[in-house]
């Protein structure tokens, strides 16, 4: 008998025992088969007890079923049992290491959510080298090859974290998650899911905390609504809806604004191209002064999977191309959830292409001044896990974060799930919506607000205006918009700064506010105001003994007209109150206006008279300047004659250096 002859005897027996070493589904027995099914039906029902029990039963029967062996690993890692499906995993790579590559992935993931990350990537390594199709699997293998330093060093430095549930006027026994609050805190809009409906409830802010939430029905609908954004003032309200007739893809960005000062809403409405396309679009972000829209989007022309895009506000409520945030903030992986935060810099979002700890991380970036993104920070372990985690909300103090977690729920057994349209767990888990303190690092600026009720100051009724807020160090808006029929205004000041409100309508005289937070370092109570628009007199050419006149006049105050201490000198930061006052002049050709100076009571009443003339002449030079005709103008001081305020303390005494106009 040859060698030869020997050889080929051996690999064929040898050949024969290897392939005798395991069976599958294929070749198993009957009853093992039965077992193996039901423990698949059990598994994709959720009763995770019920497939353990089948599985073991079918391995029982067979011992040598491959198939069996895997599920039971797998379910033991969807169950969280991390050590258990690391030793059945490693038993079935020994009996059969070239079933599929896979299971060296799945095992990569078991050490890994253990924090084995050496035997991590080990086992990545292996996938990658057995794995040569170009799926997300590699891609997202190499991930945490790569993230394996950074979860290591996390893990050994984690961050303060001590997360709260919200009360059950907020959560139930159902999904809840997404939360999106106003700048005020009276108004709570969130997602709730019942056996796969998604719809928004709302709770308002009362004396006790929130009120029960309630079903916002004048959006909801028979199909599915979610990813929502609301803006400061809490009336645009933008939201993520799929398969609706007449979407330009599978999930598009519609709109609705609530009526007047009640809590009825228009008719959602969808936002058009260019903000929806036939890709998927979703989760939806306004900036505080509502002209910048971030969202997320599947489209052509990103760095890779879904990313942020954003898109300005137009007139007639149109927005312009989309832009892609960039590599900076989008990876070729896939960006969600964005939050840009109310001091309109700090932007919030998940990501799972970018360093972190596993699977989709948060990341906050701050918007730099020439209008470049820093590089996105990780919010650190245990905000962060080897999980997935959910979309971030912060409140206006920049430090109260609320997210919608699982982990309770998990640590019961329950099982995470993927694919729906809003990235949202299944219905198995019981999904609540947490608040917690960022660390101080990943804080936004704190930032206060002014919310305004505008009337007409004779009949004190509410009126439609334009209203614009000016950093008066940059002398740039920060804010521009229009007020609706209910008169009401909201707008958003970070701290540090000191800005100027202008509000106008025509046929009225534009009124102002001074607000300045330069010194401000923490939270400052909110600017609540009542707005009252003097009317512009009508000078009629015939006047009877029966008519009756109409009210004189009331001075404007042009708060936000500023001088060199103890001199007549404008400064720069004047400049938007002096236009304002030019463009009224030129629109209204034919009024005539008094500019008047006045003084505190500290020091020499000559040397405040001849001060608040010179101030008062000051205005006068420069409307001249600028091409106002001097007949239409004059000037007067009344030195510390006519206080608005007690002289007794600071604020008394700057209110009552004040400069004003009054229409003769």
């Known amino acids: 008998m040859s060698r030869i002859f020997l050889l080929l005897v051996f690999l064929f027996a040898f050949n024969g025992v290897f392939a005798q070493s395991y069976s599958t589904r294929k070749n198993t027995t009957k009853r093992a088969l039965k077992y193996y099914q039901s423990g698949r039906e059990s598994a994709n029902a959720g009763d995770h007890e019920r497939a353990l029990k089948f599985f073991a039963k079918a391995i029982k029967e067979d011992p040598k079923l491959i198939d069996a062996k895997i599920n039971l690993a797998n379910l033991n890692y969807d169950m969280g049992d991390y050590e258990k499906a690391i030793g059945a995993y490693d038993e079935v790579l020994?009996?059969?290491?070239?079933?599929?590559?896979?299971?060296?992935?799945?095992?990569?993931?078991?050490?890994?959510?253990?924090?084995?990350?050496?035997?991590?990537?080990?086992?990545?390594?292996?996938?990658?080298?057995?794995?040569?199709?170009?799926?997300?699997?590699v891609r997202r293998a190499k991930t945490y090859i790569r993230n394996a330093a950074f979860a290591e060093k996390a893990y050994a430095n984690p961050v303060p974290y001590n997360p709260e549930r919200l009360s059950d006027s907020i959560n139930t026994m159902l999904q809840e998650y997404l939360p999106a609050i106003s700048a005020d805190d009276e108004t709570f809009i969130f997602t709730r899911n019942e056996r796969g409906d998604e719809n928004f409830f709302i709770s308002q802010r009362t004396a006790n905390g929130w009120s029960i939430a309630k079903p916002l029905d004048a959006i909801n609908s028979s199909l599915n609504e979610g990813a929502q954004t609301l803006s400061a003032d809490g009336r645009w309200f933008i939201f993520t809806a799929c398969n609706r007739k007449g979407s330009y893809g599978s999930c598009d960005l519609f709109y609705s604004r609530r009526k007047g000062s009640s809590d009825s809403w228009t008719e959602p409405r969808n936002m058009g191209k260019p903000i929806n396309s036939r890709a998927w679009e979703s989760q939806p972000s306004l900036s505080p002064d509502g002209r910048t829209l971030f969202f997320v989007s599947a489209r052509e022309g990103g760095q890779g999977g879904r990313d942020i895009w954003m898109s300005n506000r137009l007139p007639k409520n149109k927005w312009s191309e989309p832009v892609n945030l960039g590599d900076v903030i989008n990876s070729v992986g896939d960006e969600q959830s964005p939050f840009m935060h109310f001091d309109g810099e700090t932007l919030y979002f998940m990501s799972d292409g970018h360093p972190g700890m596993g699977e989709t991380d948060l990341y906050f970036s701050k918007l730099q001044e020439d209008g470049s993104w820093s590089e996105p920070e990780n919010l650190g372990y245990p905000i962060n896990t080897e999980d997935h985690e959910g979309a971030l909300f912060v409140a206006r103090d920049g430090k109260t974060a609320y997210f919608a977690t699982d982990r309770l729920a998990k640590?019961?057994?329950?099982?995470?799930?993927?694919?729906?349209?809003?990235?949202?767990?299944?219905?198995?888990?019981?999904?609540?919506?947490?608040?917690?303190?960022l660390p101080k690092a990943a804080r936004a600026n704190e930032v206060t607000y002014v919310k305004a009720i505008i009337r007409d100051a004779q009949t004190k009724e509410p009126l439609s205006a334009t209203a614009q807020m000016t950093d008066l160090a940059t002398q740039e808006a920060s804010y521009e918009g229009y007020v609706g029929k209910s008169g009401s205004l909201l707008v958003c000041l970070p701290m540090g700064g000191d800005f100027a409100l202008h509000v106008s309508k025509k046929g009225y005289l534009f009124h102002s506010e001074n607000f300045?937070?330069?010194?401000?370092?923490?939270?400052?109570?909110?600017?609540?105001?009542?707005?009252?628009?003097?009317k512009i007199p009508v000078k009629e050419e015939v006047v009877t003994t029966t008519t009756t006149p109409p009210p004189a006049p009331k001075p404007v105050i042009l708060k936000n007209v500023f001088f060199t201490t103890g001199s007549a000198v404008l400064r720069s930061q004047s400049m938007t109150e002096l236009m304002k006052l030019k463009y009224l002049l030129e629109k209204e050709s034919t009024i005539r206006i008094q500019i008047n100076g006045h003084t505190d009571d500290v020091g020499d009443d000559a040397a405040n008279q001849q001060l608040s003339q010179d101030r008062a002449k000051a205005v006068y030079d420069w409307l001249i300047e600028q091409g106002i005709a001097a007949s239409r103008l004059s000037f007067k001081g009344f030195g510390e004659s006519q206080p608005i305020d007690s002289n007794e303390t600071d604020e008394g005494r700057q209110r009552n250096r004040r400069t004003e106009f009054v229409i003769l």
């Open 411 to 437: 640590q019961h057994g329950d099982v995470v799930a993927e694919g729906n349209p809003f990235k949202q767990i299944n219905s198995r888990v019981n999904l609540d919506i947490f608040k917690f303190e």
């Open 516 to 534: 300045s937070l330069r010194e401000m370092t923490s939270l400052a109570d909110p600017f609540l105001l009542e707005i009252f628009l003097e």
């Open 94 to 137: 020994i009996i059969a290491p070239d079933y599929d590559p896979d299971l060296y992935y799945n095992l990569g993931m078991a050490h890994w959510k253990s924090q084995h990350f050496a035997k991590a990537n080990q086992n990545f390594n292996t996938f990658l080298k057995k794995e040569i199709k170009p799926t997300k699997r």
